[in-house]
């Protein structure tokens, strides 16, 4: 099979997800103001959904974070949770030194402090290695983005057609060929913001989405 990122920009698509029927509309308009043909235009095609869904899950595969020696996969969610819990985590750990290394050991200050940083670093990273790719992962009971929105393909790629779509805040935007193959993922909902990882973080730690059925 031809690698899709081959495929001449004048032979791509683009294919969004927003989160309503309005904000389809909205789309569509802006893009009809932007010169684009009504022909080129299509919303809510059932076809797109399936290849909103392989887009998805393409983008799940390319970014992830894999650890062959581990035998370890993470998503970009989860390897997002893993950095900033294993940095919060450490950062706490050097704070506590300062004080732990208050404590007399018959070593100079200084000395102790570097021993209980240490320790505190490595208690941290261990925390983040452990809590973060959990708590930062996508729950199960969060439908795909091809299922939740509703789509607008259309029959154009250009990178100013690229910009307008993706200041509409989309849950998704893809680069796609003419049959719906993936090719790359132009924007995704809250696409590598930290304040929205620490955010998803904190509701994750307070949620039990793995409760025992009947």
């Known amino acids: 099979m031809t690698d899709p990122t081959f495929i001449p920009e004048a032979e791509r698509e683009l294919l969004v997800v927003l989160p309503d029927q309005a904000a389809a509309d909205a789309a569509r308009d802006a893009l009809l103001r932007a010169g684009v043909a009504e022909h080129e235009i299509h919303v809510g095609a059932e076809t797109d959904t399936v290849a ?65 940083a240490l320790v505190g670093i490595t208690f941290g990273f261990t925390i983040g290695m452990v809590a973060g790719p959990a708590l930062g992962a996508q729950r199960p009971t969060q439908a795909p983005a091809g299922v939740r929105g509703t789509m607008l393909r259309v029959s154009r790629d250009t990178p100013e057609l690229r910009k307008l779509l993706a200041d509409l805040d989309p849950i998704r935007l893809d680069e796609v060929s003419q049959a719906g193959h993936p090719i790359a993922t132009i924007a995704t909902e809250g696409d590598d913001d930290p304040v929205d990882t620490a955010k998803d973080i904190v509701a994750n730690a307070d949620s039990d989405d793995y409760h025992e059925t009947r």
């Open 52 to 116: 909103a869904l392989r887009a998805e899950m393409h983008e799940e595969f390319s970014r992830s974070w894999f650890v062959p020696n581990a035998a370890v996969v993470y998503t970009k969610e989860s390897a997002r949770g893993l950095s900033i819990l294993s940095f919060v985590g450490a950062g706490i750990g050097i704070v506590a030194a300062f004080f732990f290394a208050l404590i007399d050991f018959g070593w100079s200050y200084w000395i102790q402090f570097l021993v209980f």
